[in-house]
C-alpha cells in the first residue's frame, strides 16, 4: 500500500532551479485569535501571529537492477515475466514501496502518544488517538496507519465492544479510490495497513499513527533531463536509465528520485 499520493500528505514544491535541497515550511496559527472590542477613539493593540517552521531535505533514492541477454531473449512475453520492461516499470512500485516507508517512520516523531508498550491495541488506544487530536482543534478528515498485527488486535476488540462502536468495512469503490491499503473506517477515521509501519521498544511493539491532513509533508525533486536518460515516468520524480555492459552480455536498469519527507505540524499527529 503506498501513502505517496494520499490527500492527507502535504505535497511541497519540487526543489528543481531552488539553490538548495531543503525546502522551508512555514507553520502559522491561522484563525487562532479573535477581534476584540475596542472603546471609541481607542487603538487597537498589535497581535502576532504564532508562526514556526519545518524544514524538509530531499536525497536520492535508487535501485539498480541487471538483466542478462540470455535472460531477456528467453522471456515468454507474459505479463508477469521478467523483461526489461517490466523491471522499469517496477521502479514506480519501488519509489512507492521507500516513500511510505520513509513516511510510516515518522511515527516516531510525534510528540504525543497512546498505547502502552508490550501490551495489545485496544479500542480505548484508538479513543485516546481521536480525542488528543480533537483536544488541539484538529479538522478534516483523519486518518490512521497500523501494522496488520494492530489492525488485527483492534478489530478483534471490537468484538467485546458495546454501544456505538462500529467498523465499515470497505465496498470495493473505496478501495480503488483510496488505495490497496485502505480498510475501512472506525469512527470517521479513514484505517490503512501497512506492513511497513516500524516497530518501536526493542521490536516488540509496532508503532502505527493518526493523523490529520497536513501534519507531514513530502518534497520531490525530478532529476530529468539527464544526458543517456532513456526513459522517465510521466508527471513523476522518478528517472530510469540503461546502460549496456557489452563484456559479460547484460544491460543495467537504475532507477532513481529525489525525495524528502518530514513532520509539518507535531499538534497534528499521534504515535499509537
Request: charged share 10%; glycine share 8%.
Amino acid at each position: 500500500a503506498s501513502l505517496v499520493n494520499h490527500p492527507a500528505i502535504l505535497q511541497l514544491r519540487q526543489t528543481n532551479g531552488s539553490g538548495s535541497t531543503a525546502v522551508q515550511v512555514p507553520v502559522v496559527s491561522w484563525g487562532a485569535d479573535a477581534m476584540a472590542a475596542v472603546a471609541e477613539n481607542a487603538s487597537a493593540t498589535n497581535s502576532t501571529l504564532t508562526t514556526a517552521a519545518a524544514t524538509i531535505t530531499i536525497a536520492r533514492q535508487a535501485l539498480r537492477r541487471q538483466i542478462s541477454d540470455l535472460a531477456q531473449l528467453t522471456a515468454t512475453g507474459a505479463p508477469l515475466d521478467v523483461t526489461l520492461e517490466n523491471i522499469s516499470t517496477d521502479m514506480v512500485l519501488a519509489y512507492n514501496r521507500r516513500v511510505t516507508t520513509m513516511l510510516t517512520a515518522l511515527s516516531s516523531g510525534f510528540s504525543t502518544s497512546v498505547g502502552t508498550t508490550n501490551v495489545t491495541l485496544t479500542v480505548a488506544n484508538y479513543y485516546a488517538a481521536i480525542f488528543a487530536l480533537q483536544l488541539t482543534a484538529n479538522d478534516g478528515q483523519f486518518v490512521a496507519v497500523m501494522h496488520p498485527k494492530q489492525l488485527n488486535d483492534l478489530v478483534s476488540a471490537l468484538r467485546t465492544e458495546t454501544g456505538p462502536g462500529q467498523y465499515l468495512t470497505p465496498t470495493q469503490d473505496q478501495m480503488n479510490a483510496k488505495g490497496p491499503g485502505y480498510r475501512g473506517q472506525l469512527f470517521g477515521v479513514d484505517l490503512f495497513s501497512s506492513t511497513f509501519v516500524p516497530t518501536a521498544n526493542a521490536a516488540v511493539d509496532r508503532l502505527g499513527m493518526m493523523m490529520s491532513p497536513g501534519a507531514l509533508g513530502i518534497a520531490t525533486a525530478s532529476a530529468a533531463p539527464i544526458t543517456g536518460a532513456i526513459s522517465q515516468v510521466v508527471q513523476s520524480p522518478i528517472v530510469v536509465e540503461f546502460e549496456r555492459d557489452a563484456s559479460n552480455g547484460s544491460t543495467i536498469i537504475v532507477g532513481s528520485a529525489f525525495v524528502g519527507v518530514g513532520e509539518i505540524d507535531d499538534a497534528r499527529g499521534v504515535s499509537i
